[in-house]
Nanobody
């Protein structure tokens, strides 16, 4: 079993930055692929970014490319999402997710069995 705990959400003005963190509790046999998803009010959850175990492969949704950066520190079992140039449409609950396989399809929500509780990000205009 893996527990994921997000932190770093909050309220920021448009154009500002936030960094989200997601710590995984399990230190032996750490999750391989880590992802960030978000869900805005009235919308379905969507992928934001994902990263492979080594960090050598990343995936970004088109809407965040060039603004968000996903990274990981395997020694700390933690993944980060640096969010720059935030827009009001980035407002959502952000969830981190994890999986033990590396079968690609990083954007597919149903391939992640482990999820955090979510952290709210609100961007004011």
């Amino acid at each position: 079993q893996v527990q994921l705990v997000e932190s770093g959400g909050g309220l920021v003005q448009a154009g500002g930055s936030l960094r989200l963190s997601c710590a995984a509790s399990r230190r032996t046999f750490s999750p391989v692929v880590r992802g960030w998803f978000r869900q805005a009010p009235g919308k379905e959850r969507e992928v934001v970014a994902a990263i492979s175990g080594s960090g050598g492969t990343t995936y970004y949704a088109d809407s965040v490319k060039g603004r968000f950066t996903i990274s990981r520190d395997n020694a700390k079992n933690t993944v980060y999402l640096q969010m720059n140039s935030l827009k009001p449409e980035d407002t959502a609950v952000y969830y981190c997710a994890a999986r033990f396989d590396n079968l690609g399809s990083y954007y597919r929500e149903n391939m992640y069995p482990y999820w955090g509780q979510g952290t709210q990000v609100t961007v004011s205009s």
